[in-house]
């Protein structure tokens, strides 16, 4: 093999691996359809179940979920459980499409303080990335991730406003430990359709990546009070390039 050949395979291995840390670091769920979630558990005995897809584009590939289910419980008042099960795709620049189970998330979401005329509803949300995804075809981590954010909402009549912060450790070689911060912004226009935005910020998830801000724009239809449709689109505003050039997230939802 001659050097040229060896040496495009390396980078080509190397561009693969850091977009598989990377997209998979991403995947962290947060509040449909955004990545800032709510401190909002689902109430008592009640559930939510979403079949949805999401994906994000970078200069070196497309990959995401194609579909990936989530189910979240309400188990106790004010506690949350909650499950994301994922068929993952990634596609790397100059690489062949890989599909098969991506890594499974596990969390619970406790808020611990209720929201009152003056002040904030507060929620804890940790969750558990199990990697269960093949990393050697771009379809998971590679290591266990544990995901701490604290979220914040507040509502004023048709509006409501949430959001807050989270520390991910990501255990897989070549990744860094990193920050998420985010808000969220949303204005009922009727009782069919409510209509967000959010922006975020995230310090740098794998290393010589950097880190990265960004933007999504989404909206919740409710056919009834059963079934729902979500969706949002957006992009990076800094380092989009490396790590966010396109985003975008689509779900049913079914809520009893």
Request: net charge negative.
């Amino acid at each position: 093999m001659s050097r040229h050949i060896l040496s495009w395979s390396v980078g080509v291995v190397t561009s693969v691996i850091a977009f598989a840390l990377l997209v998979a670091s991403d995947a962290v769920h947060a509040g449909p359809p955004f990545q800032t979630d709510d401190p909002e558990p689902v109430e008592l005995h009640h559930y939510e179940f979403y079949v949805a897809s999401q994906q994000t584009v970078t200069r070196d590939g497309r990959a995401g979920t194609l579909p990936h289910l989530e189910f979240n419980y309400g188990a106790l008042p004010n506690l949350q459980l909650h499950i994301v099960a994922p068929y993952a795709f990634s596609h790397p620049a100059g690489a062949p499409v890989q599909r098969g189970y991506g890594d499974t998330e596990l969390g619970a979401k406790y808020r611990f303080v209720e929201e009152g005329d003056g002040t904030p509803q507060v929620g804890f949300f940790p969750l558990y990335i199990a990697p269960t995804g093949d990393d050697g075809r771009g379809l998971g981590n590679g290591a266990s991730q544990f995901y701490l954010p604290v979220w914040l909402q507040k509502s004023w009549g048709k509006w409501t406003s949430y959001g807050g912060a989270g520390y991910l450790i990501n255990r897989a070689a070549g990744a860094r430990n990193s920050w998420f911060v985010g808000w969220e912004v949303q204005r009922e226009l009727s009782e069919m359709f409510t209509l967000g935005a959010e922006v975020f910020h995230r310090s740098e998830q794998v290393s010589g990546a950097g880190s990265s801000d960004g933007f999504n724009v989404g909206a919740i239809v409710n056919f009834d009070d059963h079934n729902h449709l979500l969706f949002s689109a957006g992009k990076g505003l800094r380092n989009a390039a490396a790590t966010n050039k396109a985003s975008t997230y689509i779900a049913y939802q079914v809520t009893y």
